[in-house]
């Protein structure tokens, strides 16, 4: 029997260890971003926030609990018989009045509304941090790859210059610079591994995976082509969860104006005790309290204004957070729409026409019918115009990226606040001297 048991506890325990060590796919950006979700400390924080805040809703609407009172009155310091000495027994109850047991809940209804509003802006923004991560290791694998490509077409110069310089048609200095192109490329290929490295270093946290964890290379799309834009207004939506909650302080700061004024109108509160004598007639007592509001200028009116105050700041709030997220939501659109266009310019005319140029310029050069210049600033080109490619891609998926998290619900844009430029101009466009064929 004992090991019947033992059976089934190591099962449960190994079907237990192999749903949490299920691994993530790679390749799907979407499944990264729900292991994300999944592993988000803030987001079970929020989750534990919003229900006990659901808890506090009943509660707020309720009258509190009556008070029981017994006791003896009257009775002498040394304990003797009395006829003064009364029993008594009672009870108590505070009557809050209906309005403001509704402000009550009302105000714990809008902070349930608000949590979860803080919920879903805080989800938008992991999901857009996950995926501007993951998209610039993609981007650097791409670039790795397409480097590591063009790498491979450069032995073809060095073979050409080796095979020159041998037949002494070529100086030294041609194969000398070949080389010293391959290692130039070796240097760029070093960078581009720490770009990615870098962008895993920022999406392995927020996977909760150590910084020493194996990830495959993974990659965007491999092939060159067009990246249309995504169709949509620019005008920021009426109510995202980020405008939400702060349009939740405003109800209540509004709530708390309420409840300020409801302060003229205190609660009463209602006593009744029942006492008895021996040996004489039983008595009861019925006595109703509530507060005078005389001092209303010193302790109603300043609360008044206060709550006022508080109003108009959230509602002041709701506006530039409006006006901010319009501003990243426009600066977003701009930089995806600028990286539309240059996708579509570098697959249309820039890639195509360096890479013929370079093929012609080598074919020519190994022919002896242009100079080892011409051939080398194509490749140089060519070899930037491929990285600048994958460099506008990014951009644009990040622009969408950031673009989709403002309308759902993010708080701050990252275009807009210098989080995200615009990928850097090849600095290696071929000019007239170095496209020459002689």
């Given at each position: 029997m004992h090991w019947k048991t033992g059976t089934v506890l190591l099962a449960v325990c190994l079907a237990a260890a192999t749903a949490e060590a299920q691994p993530i796919d790679?390749?799907?950006?979407?499944?990264?971003?729900?292991?994300?979700?999944?592993?988000?400390?803030?987001?079970a924080g929020l989750d534990a926030q919003i229900r006990a805040a659901e808890e506090r809703v009943a509660p707020a609407g309720s009258l509190p609990n009556p008070m029981l009172m017994a006791g003896v009155q009257n009775a002498p310091i040394n304990l003797s018989a009395d006829f003064m000495t009364m029993y008594m027994v009672g009870a108590s109850q505070t009557l809050v009045r209906r309005s403001r047991r509704d402000s009550l809940r009302t105000a714990a209804e809008l902070e349930v509304e608000r949590l979860r509003s803080q919920y879903d802006a805080r989800k938008a923004e992991i999901e857009r941090d996950v995926r501007t991560a993951y998209i610039e290791a993609a981007a650097?694998?791409?670039?790795?790859?397409?480097?590591?490509?063009?790498a491979r077409v450069l032995t073809s110069v060095i073979d050409s210059s080796r095979i020159r310089y041998e037949s002494g048609a070529v100086p030294q200095t041609d194969l000398i610079r070949a080389m010293l192109e391959e290692s130039t490329i070796d240097h760029q290929l070093l960078l581009l591994r720490r770009q990615r490295r870098s962008a895993l270093a920022r999406l392995l946290p927020l996977l909760r995976l150590g910084g020493n964890t194996q990830v495959p290379a993974f990659s965007l799309q491999h092939e060159m082509s067009h990246r249309p834009a995504a169709t949509g207004d620019a005008t920021l939506p009426e109510l995202t969860p980020a405008l939400a909650e702060r349009q939740a302080e405003v109800s209540q700061a509004g709530q708390q104006l309420r409840m300020a004024r409801l302060a003229a109108k205190p609660d009463v509160s209602i006593e009744a005790s029942y006492g008895f004598r021996p040996g004489d007639i039983d008595m009861f007592s019925v006595v109703a309290r509530i507060e005078l509001p005389l001092r209303r200028g010193t302790l109603i009116e300043p609360r008044i204004?206060?709550?006022?105050?508080?109003?108009?700041?959230?509602?002041?709030?709701?506006?530039?957070?409006?006006?901010?997220?319009?501003e990243d939501l426009g600066a977003a659109i701009a930089l995806r729409d600028e990286a539309v266009d240059q996708i579509v310019l570098h697959v249309d005319t820039l890639v195509p026409t360096a890479k013929l140029g370079f093929e012609s310029a080598l074919v020519s050069y190994q022919n002896g019918m242009t100079t080892f210049d011409a051939v080398l600033g194509l490749l140089r080109a060519y070899v930037s115009l491929n990285v600048d490619y994958y460099d506008f891609l990014r951009q644009q998926l990040e622009a969408e990226a950031d673009i989709d998290a403002i309308r759902r619900g993010a708080r701050s844009g990252i275009a807009g606040a210098g989080g995200m430029t615009a990928s850097p101009r090849s600095s290696s466009t071929p000019d007239a001297s170095a496209t020459s064929m002689q």
């Open positions: 790679w390749n799907d950006p979407d499944a990264v971003v729900r292991a994300a979700f999944e592993a988000n400390p803030s987001l650097a694998q791409n670039q790795i790859a397409a480097t590591e490509e063009i204004r206060e709550a006022r105050a508080r109003q108009e700041a959230a509602l002041r709030q709701v506006d530039a957070m409006r006006q901010q997220l319009q």
